[in-house]
């Protein structure tokens, strides 16, 4: 077997951690996510300014929220449950619903 097949096969754990997410996500209420496979990483995209990362058993993204001293915050999970769990609510910051605060989150 070739080695990029071997590396982006569909039993590959990283697209396997990917579709769970999806999944996951998706559980959760949320629509339109987008799954992108990238030189050895799958992007799962979430809406503008929420692309989570999932790499080498890990499932990566920068938060909406700025730390203390206005620097980006990044984060990361190893299940899928806790990252669409994470995700959802840092999608929430970014996406209100009608009539809600939009918190701290940048525009």
Known sequence: ????QAVCGPDD???VLARQLAA???ALGLRNVGV????GEVLVSLCHGLVA???DGQIQWRRPRRGRAGVPLFTWRT???GAAAALAADHAL???KPGEERHDAPL
């Not at 992108?36 to 030189?39: A, K, Y």
């Open 1 to 4: 077997m070739p080695s990029f």
């Open 24 to 26: 996951a996500l998706s």
């Open 36 to 39: 992108i496979n990238d030189h």
């Open 94 to 96: 970014l996406n209100p």
């Open 53 to 55: 990362t999932v790499c």
């Open 79 to 81: 299940t899928a449950a």
């Open 13 to 15: 754990p990283t697209r």
